[in-house]
């Protein structure tokens, strides 16, 4: 294994023998910008104290013509993948941006939800029995052979691909700490569960075939199955959280935490995060919190500033539950004119709106140096 890649370690990453508490956002827009804004965001994203940035490595539209930005399309009856300049090459420039930023990438490889950078539902659309976006059923996603095979497909053009800039293949980038199989997976089908799980093991196994440098997630939300009631913990998302943290191939698992959205209360973070890393301790496996975010609500949360202390108590939280790290949602670029649209409820653009990050990636790399010395 090379030096630079990261690892597991039981609970935590390392990197480079050491321990690699992962601090940093989400900026899931940076491979479809520019490469001046691109590298802006990333100093941006350090100057929070980032050493991790998660962003998508995936976007897939039905109109494709010259110069229109997408990495697949279909035409013909066939999914395009496209490899020029308003294609992968964008996807080539970010990993090599990170290279040069000294941090890594978390790279989602397709979307649960049906958005303009397409997703799960874009396969079906395409592949499945009913083109109809209003009936079609997302689950056929896990299920039909003709849409696993054509994904399949796409995770060995990605896992082969040649950078144009580094010369590597993606499957030797070092920028890359991890992929994941999808964000925010869901089964909402009878027997879901064991569907998932069967769809995790078919594409785990595919991808370690093809990669055996880099770390494997699922990349969803966190939900449990028949550990309690409420859709978090009884198992109507079809996800097991444990099970598929379980399967072979899986090297961490993460969560999710948006308690507005949730209609949580904030302090059930303490809770939530519990739960998953001790789980996660059982399984000996990390446990990353890699989207949390508040928006300004104008009642627990009336200006930026109110969301910096909540912040700090749940980040506090994964460390003392002996979590893996966490991923702020969402920083924004709103200096350029390719990032200023990239926007959402959640977005931060500076790092005084969020101090804690960078207090704690310096506490991070602290404790780590004194492990190294002792």
């Known amino acids: 294994m090379p030096a630079s890649f990261v690892t597991t370690a039981g609970t935590a990453f390392a990197l480079d023998g050491a321990r690699f508490p992962v601090n940093g956002v989400n900026c899931y827009f940076l491979a479809y910008c520019g490469d001046t804004s691109r590298r802006a965001a990333i100093a941006v994203a350090r100057q929070m104290g980032a050493n991790v940035i998660r962003c998508w490595a995936f976007l897939a539209i039905d109109n494709y013509s010259p110069g229109t930005l997408a990495f697949q399309y279909f035409r013909d009856g066939a999914i395009v993948i496209n490899d020029g300049p308003d294609g992968l090459q964008r996807l080539d420039a970010l990993i090599k941006a990170a290279e040069d930023a000294g941090v890594k990438l978390i790279l989602p490889l397709v979307n649960h939800w049906d958005t303009a950078l397409g997703g799960m539902p874009s396969y079906v659309k395409w592949l499945g029995p009913d083109p109809d976006p209003k009936t079609l059923d997302v689950t056929d996603f896990y299920r039909l052979d003709i849409i696993k095979n054509a994904y399949k497909t796409w995770l060995q053009a990605i896992l082969t691909r040649r950078n144009s800039i580094t010369g590597r293949l993606y499957s030797d980038e070092p920028a890359i700490m991890a992929w994941e199989l999808t964000n925010e997976a869901r089964c909402q089908t009878k027997g879901g569960r064991e569907l998932l799980l069967s769809w995790i093991a078919e594409m ?108 700090t108590n749940w980040l506090n939280t994964v460390q003392s539950e002996k979590g893996a790290g966490q991923l702020l949602w969402m920083l924004g670029y709103a200096a350029a004119a390719d990032t200023k649209d990239f926007v959402d409820e959640y977005v931060i653009y500076s790092p005084e709106e969020v101090p804690c990050l960078a207090l704690l990636n310096n506490r991070g790399r602290a404790a780590t140096s004194q492990e190294n010395s002792a």
């Open 204 to 311: 785990a196994a595919f991808v370690k075939q093809h990669d055996s440098h880099h770390l494997l997630a699922l990349g969803d939300e966190g939900m449990f199955y028949k550990q309690g009631s409420g859709d978090l913990y009884d198992g109507s998302h079809g996800v097991d959280w444990v099970a598929n943290l379980a399967v072979a191939g899986i090297d961490f698992g993460t969560f999710h935490f948006y308690p507005q959205q949730w209609k949580k209360d904030l302090h059930f973070a303490t809770r939530w995060i519990h739960d998953h890393a001790a789980a996660a301790q059982r399984l000996n496996k990390p446990a990353l919190m890699e989207e949390f975010g508040l928006k300004i609500d104008g009642t627990v949360i009336k200006i930026a500033a109110d969301r910096d202390p909540w912040f």
